[in-house]
């Protein structure tokens, strides 16, 4: 008497063991995306909370605060006496302005200030040193003079011309006091919670290389995916490199209106 084998054959297991794992697989590329966007809105929280929280410093203290310095790396700005700066570029001095420190990936805010870094400036733009009562662009003091040296760049359609275009390099502001930033998912530049740097930007993402080349121009464009070939250039031809840095920064025009609203300058 035969008996018919009521289990799986091997290749019937087969079969279900790949169907499964194509289903599993399928849900994870939308899944690991719906996580990076979660990231991202919640770290652009975070940086809107620290602009506001440099707003805030402003107007208590009639100045912005100094950077916090990657060797200290302490939460709190690191002044050279009362009119100058250890650094103009570093990290958040989050302590000092009581908002988080960190992005939704455990990395340092990243903080760039219009600010002198010698005990004796001399002239220049500092927005880190009170006013002195005379209003100059020179002084090197923070008054309704002054001109914040920070340039955000940015890419997109050029009006000038009647293509669309979406790689044309431009200025999106300028004369900004400060800026704050996050690398992104990707974390090129950055520095974790624990002091310990993340890996370099490649070479070919110009416009990420340029957030972390300690100069005062920045870029901030919209997030592009990792992808070859690339070019950050305004070759339409080619597309963008890779960019998931966020930035937000301080409008002149609204720093100087909170602060004479105020009263801290006239």
């Not at 950055?190 to 930007?201: L, T």
Request: hydrophobic content about 40%; aromatic content about 8%; overall charge negative.
């Amino acid at each position: 008497m035969n008996r018919k084998n009521s289990g799986f054959t091997l290749l019937e297991m087969a079969v279900v063991l790949f169907i499964a794992g194509a289903l599993f697989a399928a849900t994870l590329t939308p899944l690991r995306v719906q996580l990076e966007s979660r990231a991202r809105r919640a770290t652009e929280v975070i940086l809107e909370q620290s602009v506001e929280g440099l707003y805030g410093f402003a107007l208590a203290f009639a100045r912005l605060p100094c950077p916090d310095a990657e060797q200290s790396s302490n939460g709190r700005e690191d002044r050279l006496g009362t009119r100058a700066c250890l650094t103009n570029e570093g990290f958040l001095p989050y302590v000092d302005l009581g908002v988080p420190g960190y992005d939704a990936w455990g990395n340092r805010v990243r903080y760039r200030v219009t600010a002198a870094t010698s005990l004796s400036p001399g002239s220049g733009a500092n927005f880190a040193a009170t006013d002195d009562g005379i209003c100059r662009s020179d002084d090197g003091d923070l008054d309704l003079c002054e001109m914040g040296d920070v340039e955000i760049r940015t890419r997109g359609d050029n009006p000038a011309t009647p293509l669309a275009e979406g790689e044309f390099d431009f200025v999106q502001a300028n004369a900004v006091p400060a800026v704050v930033l996050s690398h992104g998912a990707n974390g090129y530049g950055a520095v974790s919670q624990q002091g310990r740097p993340r890996a370099r930007v490649p070479a070919r993402n110009r416009d990420e290389s340029e957030n972390v080349d300690s100069d005062a121009v920045f870029y901030a464009r919209i997030y592009a995916a990792d992808q070859s070939p690339c070019n950050d250039d305004e070759n339409e031809s080619v597309a963008m490199c890779e960019f998931d840095d966020i930035l937000r920064w301080l409008s002149p025009t609204i720093l100087n209106n909170r602060l004479v609203s105020a009263g801290q300058l006239p």
